[in-house]
Nanobody, 122 residues
Framework: VQLQASGGGLVQAGGFLRLSCAVS????????MGWFRQAPGKEREFVAA????????AYADSVRGRFTISRDITKNTVYLQMNSLKPEDTAVYYC????????????????WGHGTLVTVSS
C-alpha cells in the first residue's frame, strides 16, 4: 500500500485548503485512514480519522468544527477539508492507513505517505 498526500500550500489565516491522499494497492475500502500533522520541533499529532465505511469519524479537539475528513472509495482517496485555518495549523500533514480499528496513535498505523506542507500566515 502506498499513500501520496497533496494539496498543501501557503494560505492566510481564515482561509481554507483541501488535502488529498491517494492510496494505491488493493483493499483500500478495508483500511481505517488517518490524518496527522507535525509542526517544527513538535511531535506528530493526530488530526482526524475515518473508518472504512466512512460512518465513523474522529477529530482532535483543536480542529473539530473546522476540519472535515472524508473518503471516496471510487477514487481510492481520502480528503481533509480545512477551513478557518489558523497559524497554529502550520505543519507537515501526513495521511496514514491501518487495517485494525481506528486509532489516534501514530504508532498504530501501518502505512504512511510522505506528507504535504501547510503554512498559515497571520
Amino acid at each position: 500500500v502506498q499513500l501520496q498526500a497533496s494539496g498543501g500550500g501557503l494560505v492566510q489565516a481564515g482561509g481554507f485548503l483541501r488535502l488529498s491522499c491517494a492510496v494505491s494497492g488493493r483493499s483500500f475500502a478495508n483500511y481505517n485512514m488517518g490524518w496527522f500533522r507535525q509542526a517544527p520541533g513538535k511531535e506528530r499529532e493526530f488530526v482526524a480519522a475515518i473508518s472504512p465505511s466512512g460512518s465513523t469519524l474522529a477529530y482532535a479537539d483543536s480542529v473539530r468544527g473546522r476540519f472535515t475528513i472524508s473518503r471516496d472509495i471510487t477514487k481510492n482517496t481520502v480528503y481533509l477539508q480545512m477551513n478557518s485555518l489558523k497559524p497554529e495549523d502550520t505543519a507537515v500533514y501526513y495521511c496514514a492507513a491501518r487495517r485494525q480499528i481506528g486509532s489516534r496513535l501514530p504508532s498504530d498505523y501501518d502505512y504512511w505517505g510522505h506528507g504535504t506542507l501547510v503554512t498559515v500566515s497571520s
